[in-house]
C-alpha cells in the first residue's frame, strides 16, 4: 500500500449532508452497520431533509485536579464524559414526528392525515444514522447505538423561515461503552485497489 502524502487536498471538503440521504433511524437493538459503505438495512428510516446547519456533534467531559500535600497538580482524573448530536428536521412526516415527540404520541390514518399529542413521553432510545458528503468521493456514516432525545428547542412558524423540529440526540454508551461510530468511505481509492488488482500480470513468451 502506497504511502499516504503529508499533505492531499483531496481529503479536504465541507460537511455537507449526503445526497443520497442525511438521516436515518431504527428500534433501538437493529444490527449496526460496520462501515460507511454498505446499504443500510431496511429496518432504517429515512427522516428526510435536514436544515443547513446541518449536524453538530459535541463532546463533554469533566476532570478533577489531583494534588499533593504542597498542591501541585500530578494528575487529572476524569468524572464524566457525555456526547451529543444536534440536528434539525425539516420534514413534517409522521416518521420524523414520531422521533421528535414519541412513537406512542403519533398516529397515521394512512390517508393524510397525523395527529400528534405533545407531552413528555418522547425520550424512547433508537438507532440513528447520519450521512456527511465530505468530498465528491468521501463520505463519513455517524452511528448512534443507544440515542435518546431529551431537550428540543422552539419549532418557530413564520412566514420567511423554514419550518423546522431542532433536537439535541444524547448519545448513550453501548455495551463496550462507545457512544458513536464515525466510518469513512472513499470511493476513489476503492477504485484504483480495484482498476490495480485488474491489471494483468506480465507473461514470460521466453522460449517459445
Do not use: C
Not at 168 to 178: H, Q, R, Y
Amino acid at each position: 500500500m502506497a504511502e499516504e502524502p503529508m499533505f492531499n487536498p483531496d481529503n479536504v471538503g465541507v460537511g455537507k449532508g449526503n445526497p443520497s440521504g442525511y438521516a436515518w433511524v431504527a428500534p433501538k437493538g437493529t444490527t449496526l452497520p460496520t462501515d460507511a459503505k454498505a446499504a443500510l438495512g431496511e429496518e432504517f428510516k429515512g427522516l428526510g431533509y435536514v436544515s443547513d446547519a446541518g449536524l453538530v456533534n459535541s463532546q463533554e467531559s469533566d476532570s478533577t485536579d489531583l494534588k499533593d500535600w504542597a498542591g501541585r497538580v500530578v494528575k487529572k482524573s476524569q468524572n464524566s464524559f457525555a456526547e451529543t448530536y444536534q440536528v434539525a428536521f425539516m420534514e413534517s412526516k409522521a416518521d420524523v414526528m414520531r422521533v421528535v415527540y414519541g412513537d406512542d404520541n403519533v398516529e397515521d390514518d394512512g390517508q393524510g392525515g397525523v395527529s400528534v399529542k405533545h407531552n413528555g413521553n418522547f425520550t424512547e432510545e433508537r438507532v440513528y444514522v447520519f450521512e456527511t458528503l465530505v468530498s465528491e468521493t468521501i463520505i463519513k456514516r455517524d452511528v448512534i447505538p443507544r440515542g435518546s432525545i431529551l431537550e428540543k428547542d422552539d419549532v418557530e412558524a413564520t412566514s420567511e423561515d423554514a419550518l423546522v423540529y431542532p433536537v439535541t440526540i444524547s448519545a448513550l454508551p453501548d455495551e463496550d461503552g462507545n457512544t458513536s461510530y464515525t466510518y469513512f468511505y472513499d470511493s476513489s481509492k476503492a477504485s484504483a485497489a480495484l482498476s490495480s488488482a485488474s491489471v494483468p500480470a506480465d507473461t514470460d513468451t521466453y522460449g517459445e
